[in-house]
């Protein structure tokens, strides 16, 4: 385990699963970037993304009341955890000594202290802690021995082996998040799940920008001393080779620049504010060469956050008619209309509403090497969205180094992609 502990379990190679619903029992191998599960309405989709995710997050409380018997996750690297459903709660199989979990001794703690409980898993002291309070009223103030802590609370061995198992379950329910009061005042109203994303993209910009100014303040402090290092260094290129060199430079920076503008992260700044040089002179162009150097370097600290940016704006720019999606630091994302009327996110279509939201989750709000448990991606879009969305879904995926698996009852999606089917109307195991 200390070998390992760094790096993540992904992709997971294989899940497997018996007793859902009683008699559905499969196992599935998966594909490195995407699979896609299939199967009549019931066939168990959306209960076997919860309890992937379930087993990721430790919720075990969750977990117990699934209908299933047994869940093998294959990662890999070779490991492997399987979960068995007992009378009186789990039994999880890993790398180590069974652990079992007690449901009913579970069900007398509040969610919220058996994740505290978690996060001081390994404390000093942590062998015996008062739950004061937290208990049935038979139970309320006593102690939580040494055993039956450890029957509530993973061990740390699985703790870890799961620190290193992300998903991002992304449910059919997706634009019904609990979000903060709407300021506008409309009682009991939230505000939009879109807006909220707008809200957050723009303060992601924020932020990033910040950060970028004020490495940028640090980088011109030593520009001066850079550009002097440079011209006491001796020319031995060509003048006109150094010429085209600095030349290709101020194209790269100005390229850079202009696709930071189209995604709102370069505003009001002219990163090409030299005059004209001489070509002949190797000094000038040394110094020259200097100051484009740091500049390129500048913007490329902006390039992640760009080309998620521009993925997210090309997806959706891609799919909607009469609008046009624009990103920038003012308002996060804004929406044009053919006629110029400019709208909010709150504003667009159940569908629209729903493609912005998948892609937002997904490039800014899933970690890095994560599994993507996605079910319904096809609700309230148009057949004709539905063609390409599963390439659409690799491309952000390579991106940010994800792993899908998509539970879905169109056939449009699949188009093209059958070999990633993996029904759950099959052989049973």
């Known amino acids: 385990m200390a070998d390992t502990v760094d790096t993540s379990l992904w992709p997971v190679s294989e899940i497997a699963f018996g007793g859902l619903f009683g008699d559905r029992g499969l196992a599935l191998p998966l594909d490195p970037d995407l699979t896609v599960l299939t199967g009549e309405n019931g066939s168990g989709k959306s209960t076997l993304l919860k309890a992937i995710h379930l087993v990721s997050e430790e919720l075990w409380h969750e977990l117990f009341p699934l209908p299933l018997a047994w869940l093998r996750l294959v990662f890999s690297s070779g490991e492997r955890l399987e979960i068995r459903w ?63 802590l450890a029957s509530v609370i993973s061990p740390q061995w699985l703790g870890e082996l799961l620190a290193r198992f992300h998903t991002k379950h992304i449910s059919a329910r997706r634009l019904e998040h609990k979000l903060r009061p709407d300021p506008s005042g409309v009682e009991g109203g939230r505000v939009p799940v879109v807006q909220e994303f707008a809200d957050q993209l723009k303060d992601l910009m924020k932020t990033r920008l910040s950060a970028y100014a004020s490495d940028s303040r640090r980088q011109e402090q030593r520009l001066p001393t850079r550009i002097v290092e440079a011209m006491q260094q001796i020319p031995t290129e060509d003048p006109e080779v150094l010429a085209q060199e600095v030349d290709q430079l101020r194209a790269e920076v100005r390229s850079r620049a202009e696709s930071l503008a189209r995604v709102g992260l370069f505003e009001g700044e002219d990163p090409d504010y030299l005059p004209e040089y001489p070509r002949d002179n190797p000094l000038i162009l040394l110094a020259v060469r200097e100051v484009y150097r740091v500049t390129a370097q500048r913007l490329q600290e902006l390039t992640g956050l760009r080309h ?11 799919r909607f008619s009469n609008k046009h999606v624009e990103l920038n630091q003012q308002v996060g994302i804004g929406v044009a209309l053919a006629d110029g009327e400019r709208i909010q996110p709150r504003e667009l279509s159940s569908g629209e509403q729903q493609l912005l939201a998948l892609a937002y989750e997904l490039l800014f709000d899933t970690e890095p090497e994560a599994i993507v448990l996605l079910d319904e991606p096809e609700l309230s879009l148009h057949v004709a969205w539905l063609q390409g969305l599963l390439n659409a879904f690799c491309d952000m995926g390579q991106s940010r180094r994800l ?7 169109s056939p449009v999606i699949l188009r093209g992609h059958q070999e ?8 049973p195991v």
């Open 86 to 148: 007992e009378d009186a709660g789990l039994t999880v199989d890993g790398p180590v000594e069974p652990w079992h979990f007690d449901a009913e001794l579970a069900s007398g703690i509040e969610p919220d202290v058996l994740k505290s409980l978690r996060d001081r898993r390994g404390e000093p002291g942590f062998d015996r802690i008062r739950l004061s309070g937290m208990w049935h009223a038979e139970l309320r103030y006593g102690h939580l021995d040494p055993e039956q």
């Open 308 to 318: 998620n940016l521009e993925l997210f704006s090309d997806f959706l720019n891609e």
């Open 403 to 409: 792993q899908f698996l998509i539970a879905t009852h």
């Open 420 to 427: 990633r089917e993996r029904s759950l109307d099959l052989r």
